[in-house]
């Protein structure tokens, strides 16, 4: 079972980057996928969630209108395109499996991607 996160990168305010979480070695279509950030200092928060067919997208507050959460179940990939980037979405950017079945529950977590924004 492996997430595999990356595009993250150093750019400047006001740029754009998409970061890529690729799947592999479970069902990636059952499952709802996450983006979590954490910044130095600060605990892990939610970004952004895409549920198992793409139908619906959740954003924090901070981050609604500039980040778009996608998924392409043929190629097991998620995507989260941000746009209007600010220093202070400088963070650990990771990827994250979810599934619930009765009782039983799957987690899954990528390594991360460093994105690191510049004023």
């Known amino acids: 079972i492996q997430l595999v996160e990356s595009g993250g990168d150093l750019v400047q305010a006001g740029g754009s980057l998409r970061l890529s979480c690729a799947a592999s070695?479970?069902?990636?279509?059952?499952?709802?996928m996450t983006w979590y950030r954490q910044a130095p200092g600060k605990e892990r928060e939610l970004v952004a969630t895409v549920t198992t067919g793409g139908g619906t997208t959740t954003y924090t507050d901070s981050v609604k209108g500039r980040f778009t959460i996608s998924r392409d179940n043929a190629k097991n990939t998620v995507y989260l395109q941000i746009n209007s980037l600010k220093p202070e979405d400088t963070a650990v950017y990771y990827c994250?499996?979810?599934?619930?079945?009765?009782?039983?529950?799957?987690?899954?977590w990528g390594q991360g991607t460093q994105v690191t924004v510049s004023s």
């Open positions: 070695g479970f069902s990636f279509s059952s499952y709802a």
């Open positions: 994250n499996a979810y599934r619930k079945l009765g009782r039983y529950e799957n987690n899954y």
